[in-house]
C-alpha cells in the first residue's frame, strides 16, 4: 500500500477524497485548488480546502458537502440586521475555521502549516495540503468583462458566458514543498484527479510552478476521473462553462484537456460508448459507476480507481519490460 | 429637554442608560468604558461598549445582558470540537458585530467611527462612544501578581482578593472628540454616572486625559447612581472588590468614591438611612427604589435621575442668585 496523492477540490471531488482516505488512511496527500480563496469581512476563505477538510473529518453535511452537518446562521443573521455584508451565506461552525486561519495568518504562519494543524484539530489523518502557498485568483474571462472566480460565482451566479479562465498568480506561485514532497513520495501508488471542475479547480493547479513538472516525472500513473456524467455536470457549472469554451460536453472532453498529463480516466458506465475514441488518443479507460450518492459509492469509487492505476502500472511496466 | 450624558458600562448600567435613552432619544450621548477591552482570536472585543449597543438596540437578553436575545453557540461549538481557544463563550451574533468592528478597524477608521456606525446600524438614536479612541488596559493588582481584567475576570474568576488597580495608558488616552462635545454640550442638562463597578469601570474613565477636567467645569449636574444595595452589589464583584480595598460597602463608600466630582447621589430606598451622612459631605441624595427588574424599573429609575438632576441644578442656581 502506497502513497496515494489526490488533487482537485469541490464536493464531488471531496467524495471521492473521502473513499480514498477511508482506503489509504495516512497515505493519503490531497493537493487543493485554492485559486478560489476570498477573503469576507478581513477573514481569509478557502472553499476547497474546507470543503476538504470537512469531508475527511466526516462532518460534511451530506446535502450541501461544502459546509459542516447541523450548520446554524446566528452570525449571518445578526450581519443581516446590522446590514451587511451578507453576500457570503458564511455559517457559525465555518466561522469557527475562518477564525482559527486567520487568527493564525496573523501569526505569519504558511497556509500549508495552518491547514495542516487544521487537519489534525479535525482528526484527520491524511495530508490536506494548499496547493501553494502563494495566492493564486482564478479570473473568469466574461462576455461582459473579467471578474474574480468568488465574484463570477456569488454575485453573477455564473451566468455570464465564460470566454476563458487566467490564472492570476499561478506563474510566481510554487507548488508547496509539502505537496511536492507528497508527489515525490518514493512510495507513490497514484495520482488521482479527483472529479471537479477542470477550469478553475483543476487548471490552476497544473498552472502552479513546479506541478505539471511533478506530474510529469511520472512516480506513478496519473488518473482522472471525470466529473461529466452523460454529457451532464452533476454539480456546478463545468457543463456549462465547456459549452461556452466551445468544448464538446463529455468526459472525452475532460480526457483531452488532461492529455499527456494523464495515463487513464475514469469514466462512467453511462459513457462506455467513448472509451475507444478515448483509448485512441494514447489513454486508458475505465468505465465504471461513477455518481456517489453514500459512503458505500465513495468507497467502491476510490477502490475501482486505485484498482486501475495498478494495472495501468502493470502495463507500463510490462511495456518498459519487453 | 437638554443633552443628558451617561457615564459607565455593564449590564446595570446600560439598563439605566436604555431608559435615559427612552426619555431623551437622539438627546443622549453614552460615554463607554473601553478600559475591559480585549482581543479574541485577533478579534478587538469591547463588552462594555457592546452590552450597551444590545441594551439601547431593545436586543439584549432579558437574562443575560451582555449579550443578544436568542443567542446561539455554533461557532463556539465547532471551536471547541477544533481543540479551542474557547475561554471566551462569544455568541455567533455577537461575533457579527465583532467581525464588522474587526474589519472597519483594517481601514483605519476610530473606534468612535465604528461604534457611532454599529449604534446607527442597530437603529440606535443616541450617540454611543467608547471613552477614548487610544487604547485603555485595567489592570488588576491582586494578592498574586498584576494580571489584565479580562483575564481576572474569565481564567481567574475575580478570585485572587485585589489590592489595587491600574488603569494601562489612560494617562496618554485622550478623551474622544465626540465625549468632549457631548460634555460640553450648550443644553448639557445631566451627567448620570450609571450603576456599575467603580473600580473598573467608572474610574479608568476618570482616569482619561480630560475627563476630570470636562466634569469640574459643571455644565450640568454630575449624579451619580449606587451600584450597592443594602450593602451588596447586585452582580459583579463590586462588593468583593470594595471590601478587599478596605472600603465599607455601601453607598456611602460609593459617593466617597466620587467626591468632589458629584453633586448628588442616588441610592436605593433601603439605604435611606445613609442620607444623611453622605449630605454631610456635600453630596446631595435620593433614596429611590433603584433596582431595575424589567423597562419599566428603567424608565421610572432614569426619570427619578433627570428630576433629581434638575432639582440639585436648581438648588444650585437659587444658591448663586442668593
Redesign the interface.
Known amino acids: 500500500m502506497g502513497t496515494v496523492v489526490a488533487l482537485g477540490g469541490q464536493v464531488g471531488g471531496a467524495k471521492l477524497a473521502e473513499g480514498l482516505y477511508r482506503l489509504r488512511g495516512a497515505k493519503l496527500a490531497v493537493i487543493v485548488n485554492t485559486g478560489d480563496d476570498y477573503e469576507y469581512?478581513?477573514?481569509p476563505i478557502s472553499p476547497d480546502v474546507d470543503t476538504m477538510l470537512y469531508a475527511l473529518a466526516g462532518i460534511a453535511d451530506a446535502n450541501k458537502g461544502w459546509e459542516?452537518a447541523?450548520?446554524?446562521?446566528?452570525?449571518?443573521?445578526?450581519?443581516t440586521?446590522?446590514?451587511g455584508p451578507v453576500d457570503v451565506p458564511l455559517?457559525?461552525?465555518?466561522?469557527?475555521?475562518q477564525?482559527?486561519r486567520?487568527?493564525a495568518l496573523?501569526t505569519e504562519r504558511s497556509p500549508t502549516e495552518i491547514t495542516l494543524e487544521?487537519a489534525q484539530?479535525?482528526g484527520i489523518e491524511a495530508r490536506v495540503l494548499p496547493m501553494s502557498d502563494d495566492p493564486v485568483r482564478t479570473i473568469v474571462h466574461t462576455e461582459s468583462g473579467a471578474i474574480s472566480f468568488h465574484d463570477y460565482f456569488m454575485d453573477l451566479k455564473c451566468e455570464p458566458a465564460v470566454r476563458s479562465f487566467q490564472y492570476g498568480g499561478a506563474d510566481e506561485a510554487r507548488l508547496s514543498d509539502a505537496a511536492l514532497d507528497a508527489l515525490h513520495a518514493p512510495d507513490l501508488e497514484a495520482v488521482v484527479l479527483v472529479p471537479c471542475n477542470p477550469y478553475h479547480t483543476l487548471l490552476p493547479m497544473l498552472a502552479v510552478n513546479g506541478m505539471r513538472a511533478a506530474l510529469r516525472k511520472r512516480g506513478a500513473p496519473v488518473i482522472a476521473v471525470s466529473p461529466i456524467i452523460g454529457g451532464r455536470a452533476l454539480q456546478g457549472s463545468a457543463a456549462k462553462m465547456m459549452q461556452e469554451l466551445g468544448r464538446e460536453v463529455s468526459a472525452r472532453a475532460i480526457a483531452m484537456e488532461f492529455h499527456k498529463l494523464i495515463d487513464g480516466i475514469v469514466i462512467d458506465s453511462a459513457d462506455q460508448a467513448l472509451a475507444e475514441g478515448i483509448r485512441a488518443s494514447g489513454i486508458e479507460v475505465l468505465a465504471v459507476p461513477t455518481f456517489m450518492r453514500n459512503a458505500d459509492d465513495r468507497l467502491k469509487l476510490a477502490r475501482a480507481v486505485l484498482d486501475f492505476a495498478r494495472a495501468v502500472r502493470m502495463r507500463r511496466e510490462i511495456a518498459v519490460d519487453a
Open positions: 469581512l478581513g477573514l459542516p447541523g450548520e446554524s446562521y446566528g452570525c449571518h443573521g445578526m450581519l440586521r446590522l446590514g455559517g457559525d461552525r465555518a466561522l469557527a475555521l477564525l482559527l486567520a487568527d496573523r487544521l484539530r479535525l
